[in-house]
């Protein structure tokens, strides 16, 4: 799942151009081998034993042979909850085109097979569309993905989950996902927990208890290079209020949005900001009860500001915090990876001289916004900048101009009352 950056904030109403330099990436391992499954053409897609020796012409070995199966059934299957309570059948899934996860498993089985590699279609839970972080479920085997033999070491793998996935109201969203082939066994028990516990390849094995108890880290963890820093729990229970720690480079953005009851609450309720150990998220809980942490990332290089759903925390409140809320933040505050230390409560008292202090990466200067007028803070070292400001009543702004820039971004935005 995807969601927006919040969105940058100027002085006047022209667009930010916040994208930096682009990450540099090497090149993909299997942009030949992709390529060409890719490129199958009509005739050779009619029989398994047709299509995997199409597939595996130039395949240089076992692994580009495993790929070009991969690649080619998670792009050209259909995923069809209407076929769940069907005993899939390769052939027919070929012809077909649709499937569920059976059908997907036994398809890449089939043309593996085909193309002279070991492989054995793998059942279990896995923690997919519709599991909710924390939850434990008694289903132990509702999904099938498959194993396959790589040079002598077994390997795993879905295509099902490779095609796309089910957004929360039940849409298929197709995009393709390398990071389920050939997942590491560590990763891959995140959310994939086998019926015979050897297909875990781990030594030892989990056990189910600690699998539902990890939180579930998805893809974009993966790909945006995230760490846990603090708990790999998946459910958190705690008084009003909690936080986490995610670990990141400097080149990503990470935010996090609180839910409950399936539904997203303000954004004032989530506050993110990079401090020494990597990206804290503070979560204020408005009242006691059960609520959904969802993390995102992106890189900052981004152009359109979506981000991706990296993981996310279970938390059970025991009081609630009474209306408290931080400030709002702005894409710039991400991007430019600011920090604030005070006031981090989001309601100010109108009125009234409020201590201000910050540290704002690469400012030529730091306002804030109130009652029409601006007030400058003062640089009190490279990086940080800091005053008193007697603000008056309503919206309490933060802007920030940066080196090579004319315009103000803006941060942060405060309430006073």
């Known amino acids: 799942m995807c969601r927006r950056l919040p969105r940058v904030l100027l002085l006047t109403a022209a667009a930010l151009a916040t994208a930096l330099a682009a990450l540099a990436r090497g090149d993909d391992e299997f942009a030949a081998i992709d390529a060409h499954a890719l490129a199958a053409p009509p005739s050779a897609t009619r029989t398994i034993p047709s299509l995997a020796a199409y597939l595996v012409r130039p395949a240089r070995d076992d692994r580009e042979r495993a790929r070009a199966i991969f690649r080619w059934i998670a792009s050209n299957i259909a995923y069809d909850p209407a076929l769940r309570n069907e005993v899939p059948n390769a052939a027919t899934v070929l012809k077909r085109r649709s499937a569920v996860c059976s059908g997907y498993s036994v398809l890449f089985k089939a043309l593996a097979e085909a193309a002279g590699l070991e492989a054995e279609v793998i059942t279990g839970h896995s923690r997919g569309a519709g599991y909710q972080a924390g939850r434990r479920v008694d289903a132990s085997s509702e999904h099938a993905w498959n194993a396959v033999r790589i040079r002598g070491s077994w390997g795993l793998l879905d295509c099902t989950w490779a095609a796309g996935w089910m957004d929360d109201s039940g849409r298929l969203v197709r995009r393709f996902t390398d990071h389920y082939f050939l997942t590491p066994p560590e990763v891959f028990v995140d959310d994939h927990f086998p019926e015979d516990s050897h297909w875990q390849l781990l030594a030892p094995p989990i056990s189910r208890e600690e699998y539902f108890r990890r939180v579930q880290r998805r893809p974009p963890f993966f790909e945006h290079r995230l760490q846990l820093a603090s708990t790999n729990s998946a459910r958190i229970v705690t008084d009003s209020s909690a936080s986490v720690i995610i670990a990141a480079p400097q080149e990503t953005i990470v935010t996090a949005c609180l839910f409950r009851n399936g539904r997203e609450l303000d954004s004032r309720y989530a506050f993110t900001q990079r401090e020494s150990k990597g990206f804290v998220i503070r979560a204020l809980l408005p ?38 809320q931080f400030p709002k933040t702005y894409g710039a505050f991400l991007v430019h990876n600011c920090h604030v230390e005070t006031p981090l409560a989001g309601v100010l008292p109108a009125h009234a001289s409020v201590s201000f202090s910050m540290a704002v990466p690469g400012a030529q200067d730091v306002v804030v916004m109130s009652d029409g007028a601006a007030r400058r803070l003062a640089r009190a070292s490279s990086n940080r900048f800091a005053g008193a400001v007697r603000v008056g009543e309503g919206a309490v702004t933060v802007l920030a101009r940066f080196s090579g820039g004319r315009r103000y971004e803006g941060l942060l935005r405060y309430v006073a009352r």
Request: aromatic share 10%; no cysteine.
């Open 287 to 324: 009242e006691k009860g059960d609520y959904l942490l969802r993390i995102y990332a992106a890189e900052k290089s981004l152009p359109d500001g979506e981000l991706d759903w990296a993981l996310a925390y279970a938390i059970k409140a025991t009081a609630g915090t009474r209306g408290r």
